[in-house]
């Protein structure tokens, strides 16, 4: 069972910048669309950000131009690097397959406020 832990989240004022990291344990991890999920207070998850296998990348419209997406298959991990953050960006995020397929892991939360 592949194990997720999401860190580097924490409280920034509008506009500023956080990179978040995925570590993923298990398998064949190299071969699979990974994604980053959010889910903001009394809201479903949504998924921001997809990264193929080949390093192709998508993003919801409302993170476009602001939100960048890596991986790196040696260290088994994710990340997601945010700019010009706004309020609404506010949530706990999580990363996973796209679909999901591993198990969730804590998240980390994200908080912009002033």
């Known amino acids: 069972q592949v194990q997720l832990v999401e860190s580097g989240g924490g409280e920034v004022q509008p506009g500023g910048s956080l990179t978040l990291s995925c570590a993923a344990s298990g398998n064949f991890f190299s071969i699979y669309v990974l994604g980053w999920y959010r889910q903001a207070p009394g809201k479903q998850r949504e998924l921001v950000a997809t990264?193929?296998?080949?390093?192709?990348?998508n993003y919801v419209d409302s993170v476009k131009g602001r939100f960048t997406i890596s991986r790196d298959n040696v260290k088994q991990t994710v990340s997601l690097h945010m700019n010009s953050l706004k309020p609404e960006d506010t949530a706990v995020y999580y990363c996973n397959t796209d679909p999901s397929q591993w198990r969730w892991g804590q998240g980390t939360l994200v908080t912009v406020s002033s």
């Open positions: 990264i193929t296998a080949g390093l192709k990348t």
